[in-house]
């Protein structure tokens, strides 16, 4: 859990500031993690390395925004805030901002997460195969359809309704 950190660019003070616990009980609890020994490990600690260790292509912001989420003092605080303040210092436009905190709050956006991480580090190689022109090519697609308001098929339109189910009036 420690490298995975480091890979992640999250350093421990930071980590254990956002958990509200001391950067020693941080530490303390990283070794129990790593030596399987779960029992005295804080259901939030654990819950958070466990979320680090499903999603491996998680970045630092969803990390940071899930463990806001996770520690939040009051159920009826505004995480959004919380979040946000955080994402704008890192200088992020408010519509990825929106975004960003509905991809870590919802699970809407979870069956293209892992497509939209792929086709990223498609894009950072320096040479791209067939596979990783056709994963781009989707995406290119994907955005035209949206950025020209593209009309949707009956077809397409059935499976929405499906999917929202007695939301749909």
Known sequence: MKERLRELGIKTTELSSYMKISRPSLYKYLNMYEEKDLKGIPEGVLRTFRYIDKYRKLTKEQVISFVILEFSDDEDSDYKETIK??????????????????????????GIVDYFNNVTLILKKEEIDDDGLYQIARLVNLKNDVMKDVPITKDELNKAKTIVGERYV
């Not at 994402?87 to 699970?107: A, H, P, Q, R, W």
């Open 85 to 110: 303040k955080y994402l704008l210092s890192k200088g992020l436009k408010d519509s990825k901002i929106e975004f960003m905190y509905n991809l870590v709050t919802t699970d809407y956006f979870d």
